[in-house]
C-alpha cells in the first residue's frame, strides 16, 4: 500500500494555513465494527456510532480487507440491486471485475475507482477474477456510498471508470504528504470523478512525523477515515489508529499529523478523506435501496422482485469459485 505513489518534491503544493484560517475541531472518533460482506469477504464497517447527521451526504462505507488471501479463497458478490444513490469502490491492493445491466463494466485494480451510478436502479456484480481465486494474493480496498438528492434519485445509471493514474497528485507546503484527489477538489486542485452530489474523495499518504494541513469547504462536512498507520487528528492532536473514523467539526481546515513512529509493515499514515455538501433531506435505507421514504423502499423492492430494475445479460460474469 499504497498502488499510486510519486516523489513529492516534483509535485504542486498546497498552501500552508495562514492568518483567519479556522481549524476544524474533532467532535468524534469512532473504531469501525468487523463483519463480511457479499460471499463472504471480511469489511470494516467504518461509519458505525456515528450520527447520519455527520455522515450526509455520504450513507455507508466498508473497508475490504485487508487481506492476503490463500488460493481458491479470494470472494466477491453474486448478482445484486442498487437504487436511489451511488457506490464509489477503490481499490488499494488487488483486482476486481465488475459488470452491470446498463453495459458498464471493466477491470478495478491498484489505484483505481469505479464509480457507479445507480440512480433509478441498476443490477451488477463485483467478484474477483479467475486468475486471483486460483492463485490468492492480496485484496484491499473501500466502498462507499454516496446518497443522491431526490430530484436524482431516479436519474439514469452511469458508470465511470477512474484510473489510478488519473487522480490528481498534489503535496502539501512541505512535501511531506501525497494527497491523490479523486474527486471533487483541494487547495483549486480538481480530481476527475464527476459527481450528482457535490464531494471530495482523496487518498492522502503522510510520511513519520509530517503533518498533513488542507484547505476545506466550509459548506462540507468532514470525514478522515485511517487506513493503516498511527497519528494524530485536529489541531488538538487525538491519538488515531487504523480502522478509526474522525468526523471534524466546522472550519475551513483540517489538520492530521503521523506518528514518529510507524510500525515496520504499515510505514506511513494512510488516509481516506471525505467531504460532502449536506443533502438534508429524509434518508430510509434498506439493503440496497437508499431513498427518502418507506413508501419509496417498498416500491424499490417490488420494482426488482419485477425484473424493472433490470436484468443479468445472457453470458453475464459470474462469481469465480475455482471449482469447474
Known amino acids: 500500500m499504497p498502488a499510486v505513489t510519486a ?56 473497508q475490504m480487507g485487508e487481506v492476503d488471501y490463500a488460493p481458491l479463497e479470494p470472494k466477491g458478490t453474486n448478482w445484486h440491486p442498487h437504487r436511489g444513490f451511488e457506490t464509489v469502490t477503490y481499490m488499494i491492493d488487488g483486482t476486481f471485475e465488475h459488470q452491470d445491466s446498463h453495459g458498464g463494466g471493466g477491470v478495478i485494480d491498484n489505484g483505481a475507482t469505479q464509480w457507479m451510478t445507480a440512480g433509478a436502479g441498476i443490477l451488477h456484480i463485483e467478484t474477483p477474477p479467475e486468475a486471483l481465486v486460483m492463485s490468492g494474493g492480496l485484496f484491499h480496498g473501500l466502498q462507499l456510498w454516496v446518497n443522491l438528492p431526490a430530484k436524482d434519485k431516479f436519474t439514469a445509471p452511469r458508470y465511470q471508470a477512474i484510473e489510478g493514474g488519473d487522480a490528481a497528485l498534489v503535496t502539501t507546503a512541505d512535501a511531506g504528504a501525497l494527497v491523490r484527489i479523486i474527486a471533487g477538489s483541494i487547495g483549486g486542485y480538481a480530481g476527475p470523478g464527476s459527481t450528482h452530489t457535490p464531494i471530495t474523495v482523496a487518498h492522502a499518504t503522510v510520511q513519520p512525523g509530517a503533518q498533513l494541513s488542507l484547505p476545506w469547504d466550509p459548506q462540507y ?40 513512529a510507524q510500525d515496520s509493515n504499515k510505514p506511513a499514515l494512510e488516509l481516506y478523506l471525505l467531504g460532502g455538501r449536506p443533502i438534508r433531506e429524509p434518508v430510509a435505507h434498506y439493503g440496497p435501496f437508499v431513498m427518502n421514504t418507506r413508501e419509496e423502499l417498498i416500491q424499490a423492492m417490488e420494482d426488482y422482485q419485477s425484473g424493472r430494475l433490470g436484468v443479468i445479460p445472457d453470458g453475464a460474469l459470474m462469481p469465480h469459485t475455482g471449482i469447474s
Open 221 to 260: 462536512n468532514a470525514l478522515g477515515y485511517v487506513l493503516a498507520g498511527n497519528g494524530y487528528a485536529g489541531a488538538e492532536g487525538r491519538p488515531v489508529h487504523g480502522g478509526q473514523l474522525v468526523v471534524f467539526g466546522a472550519g475551513d481546515r483540517l489538520t492530521f499529523r503521523a506518528a514518529d
Open 7 to 62: 516523489d513529492t518534491l516534483t509535485l504542486p503544493r498546497i498552501a500552508a494555513a495562514s492568518i483567519g484560517d479556522t481549524e476544524r475541531p474533532v467532535k468524534q472518533v469512532s473504531t469501525g465494527p468487523r463483519g463480511y460482506e457479499g460471499e463472504g469477504f471480511p469489511v470494516v464497517r467504518a461509519f458505525a456510532g456515528v450520527p447520519m447527521a455527520d455522515l450526509d451526504p455520504f450513507v455507508h462505507m466498508d
